[in-house]
């Protein structure tokens, strides 16, 4: 065995600043605001908006339905990024933005100094999708790996199906509106309302909630609840849904073809939901809807039959309609850099997400209008709606959030534990022929990583938990430029093992065009099945992974890569928790939707 370890561990113009609003008490509640969903806003508020609206020129209204995208990262106000910054607020007059990674008191820092340099107060959105932690840091140094904190992480949306709780889903997004208000966000663009019923869908896989569209409208609506009680809006995507897709939108036009039939009973079944729930706002995604719309279908985004008839006459939809983003191959490779913006908005849409300039999206709006292209009225009703977002928010009294504050809100305990729960209670145990799991206390594992390169952090905590638990772990990592020799090795060292964990670490990235297992890795777990049964696969991302090597015995899912995934993972093989998941997708042709084994805990 001291072999074993040894062997296995070796291979290891400006306008004029208004005056500053008054900065928010920080014990007062985290998200002040008028009335969320669609619900008639309140006499002080529409007639902030009205007074608004009436206050600006033809430049500043075309400015206020641009969003351009910012990093959340520390910014001196001292700097040249925040001199470009300052230009979008004061002389293009910006009505929000988009807002990447950061950590929470950075986000804070750089959107109050933002806010206190407009003219209209900001709206500011990002995406939380699945969590705080996807944008508030959750970050790593580098080289030692000494974790930079951050929002609260959790396990990617599928987790949530696999758990199949409404009470969960509004937890977690009365998590992520909490710490979303606290650091200076209004809006983020979930939920997810896409139904994953395409195995081969590159780029959404686990950010759905599943396959059947009735749950995910029921989850749907229970995690617009949480936004809701936390005072979060959020904006529903990717519609008309992007679940049974074969390609990015990242990098080209992704199809649907089904016809309006199928859409009824299936892609917009969560849309209606989440309509019917007070959704703020939608997000009209770059997908040619081919079924209903021709071969020479627009995308969606640019679809007057999708954003006025569909979205707006037909189900009623009477909130703010956002573009996906304006600077997506999808859209920038068909029609250039500015004319999708008119066509989105000449669809219906009301904020340009992104373009690939925001002082050169300010003058075409501008232009479209002088010219009399784009319709005044048209720009109003779009700059209304971004303004009524921003009233909803409360921007109209409050633009700064107190950064005292921040460290009573943004990943506590309690919100820790959530997370905590979340992965736990969404462990699914898709098979296990041999009932090798739970494992025998104090095994000998061989725990073998499978993961990107630049997935530095992949099965780092997986195999720590293991340890803690009593387990004896050889480790390896691989990827797909592993070569056959390596993978013999192991093979190899496999006959010294009690059980072999082979995870794989495959999640739906933007611009990859692929979600799956590559290189030598699929024919050595198919190899190393078919000659020991002692093999459980675990899949820390996408549940169609074992269509790659679909002989091994046992197959755990985690649904995601992170720190509290992995734990859960390990603690779940070690018996310390039950196993209690459903595949809340199915995975043909070896598993049904809502499969899944039952563990208890061992004594």
Known sequence: MAAFLALATSCAPATPKPAPAPAADPRAEVAPRT???????????????????????LREKAGQIVFPWTGGEYVATDSPEMDRLLEWVERDGIGGVVISIGLPHSYAAKLNALQRRAKVPLLV????????????????????????????????????????????????????????????????????????????????????????????????????GGLHDAGLMGAGKHFPGHGDTEADTHIGLAA????????????????????????????????????VEGPDAPPASLSPLFVRRVLRDQMGFRGIVFSDAMDMGAVVRRHGRTEPLLLALE???????????????????????RSGRIPQSRLDDAVRAVLRAKARAGLHRTREVPLEAVDEHVDTRAHQRLAQTVAERSITLARDTRATVPLAPGSRVLSVTYAEATDLTAGRWFDRELVRLGFTV??????????????????????????????????????????????????????????????????????????????????????????????????????????????????????????????????
């Open 35 to 57: 009335a969320l969903g669609t619900a008639p806003l309140d006499a002080e508020a529409e007639a902030w908006v009205e007074r608004t609206l009436a206050s600006l020129s």
């Open 125 to 224: 959105t990002t995406d939380m999708e699945n969590g705080p932690g996807m944008r508030l840091g959750g970050g790593y140094t580098l080289p030692h790996l000494l974790p930079l904190g951050g929002g609260t992480v959790f396990p990617p949306t599928m987790a949530l199906g696999a758990v199949g709780s409404d009470s969960l889903a509004r937890e977690v997004g009365r998590v992520i509106g909490r710490e979303a208000r606290a650091v200076g966000v209004h809006l983020t663009f979930a939920p997810v309302l896409d139904v994953n019923s395409n195995p081969l869908n590159p780029i959404i896989n686990t950010r759905s909630y599943g396959e059947d569209p009735a749950q995910v409208a029921r989850l749907a609506t229970a995690f617009i």
């Open 256 to 291: 649907i073809r089904a016809d309006r039939a199928r859409l009824d009973s299936v892609e917009l079944v969560p849309f209606r939901a989440a309509v019917a729930a007070g959704v703020d706002g939608m997000m009209a995604a770059h997908i040619s809807v081919q079924g």
């Open 347 to 369: 669809a219906g849409v009301d904020v340009l997400l992104q373009p690939l300039d925001a002082r050169e999206a300010v003058d075409a709006v501008a232009e479209g209008v």
């Open 474 to 603: 050889g480790s390896f990592r691989v990827d797909p430029q592993t070569p056959p020799e390596t993978y013999a090795r192991i093979r190899t060292l496999a006959d010294s093992a009690d059980v072999v964990l082979v995870s794989a670490y495959v999640q739906p990235r933007e611009h990859a065009g692929t979600v799956g297992a590559r290189g030598g890795f699929p024919a050595f777990v198919e190899a190393l099945s078919s000659e020991d049964g002692r093999v459980v696969a675990v899949s820390f991302g996408s549940p169609y992974v074992i269509g790659f090597y679909p002989s091994a015995p046992a197959y755990l899912l985690a649904w995601g890569g992170a720190e509290v995934a992995q734990r859960a993972a390990a603690r779940a093989l070690a018996g310390q928790t039950a196993i209690t998941g459903r595949l809340p997708v199915s995975i043909p042709p070896l598993f049904a939707r809502g499969d899944g084994l039952r563990r208890s805990v061992q004594p």
